[in-house]
Every structure is written in C-alpha cells, then in structure tokens.
C-alpha cells in the first residue's frame, strides 16, 4: 500500500459513516410513516406483524456497525497523526494534518496556506517522500 493509500483510509472509513448515518435516518423516517390507522377495510391477507420489528433490529445492527467504524476511525486518525509528527518540517505535516485527518479540499488548503494549488502538489509530493 502506498503512502497516499494509507493516509487516504480515514477519509473512507469516514464516508462509509456517513453512508450509514444516512441509512439510519432514513430507517427512521420509515418507521415514523409507520402508523396504525383505523378502518372498516379488511386487512391484508398476510401482514407482516414483524416489519417494524423487522426495522427496528436493522437500524440498531447499524448504528453498531457505525459504532465499530467509528472507534476504527479514531485509532486509525490517532495512527495517521504519530506519523505525520515524526515529519519534522511543520508546513509539511500542516499539509498532511489538513488533507488527511481534516479532509479539506486541496483549493481549501491552497487559500488557508497560501500557496497556489501546484505549489501545494509539489510540497505534498516532498511531505510523502518524508512520512514514507
């Protein structure tokens, strides 16, 4: 694995919370449609008494598996960051620190550094060299 690729995993690990952050509210926003209503129709031939049951057990099996990533995340940003301070030129570990465990957009880094976007390329290229 590279050293980009390694660095980068946080980033994903975090998009896979959020993904399944989204899962949850939309769980919930089912289980909040689910209402009971009174009528003199009949019921359906083969309701299913559980589903709510059913989506309740889904929800919290996710929000577990959110749980777990998220406590991997942490380890995996607090690993990521004892690298990034044994790089010893600090604009390079700004640089990494940004990307990397903050997940700022390059043209983001490039305006709060000052730098233009190829020279910030150019010093991320050095801060890898460095971390490696």
């Known amino acids: 694995m590279s050293t980009k690729d390694y660095l980068s995993q ?4 975090d998009q896979r919370i959020n993904s399944k952050l989204a899962q949850v509210m939309s769980l919930r926003d ?3 449609k689910a209402t009971g209503t009174l009528s003199d129709a ?3 031939a083969t309701p299913n008494p559980h589903s709510m ?3 309740i057990a889904k929800m919290v099996d996710l929000e577990n598996e959110i ?3 998220i406590d991997a995340l942490v380890d995996l940003k607090a690993e990521i960051m004892r690298r990034i301070k044994r790089v010893e030129n600090t604009e390079y570990q700004t640089i990494l620190e940004l990307r990397y465990l903050c997940f700022k957009r390059w043209e983001e880094i490039a305006v709060d550094m000052g730098y233009s976007l190829r020279r910030l390329y150019e010093l991320h290229d050095c801060a890898l060299e460095e971390i490696s």
């Open 30 to 32: 089912l289980l909040g």
């Open 53 to 55: 049951e059913d989506t």
């Open 67 to 69: 749980n777990e990533d």
């Open 10 to 13: 946080a980033y994903r690990i």
């Open 42 to 44: 009949p019921k359906a």
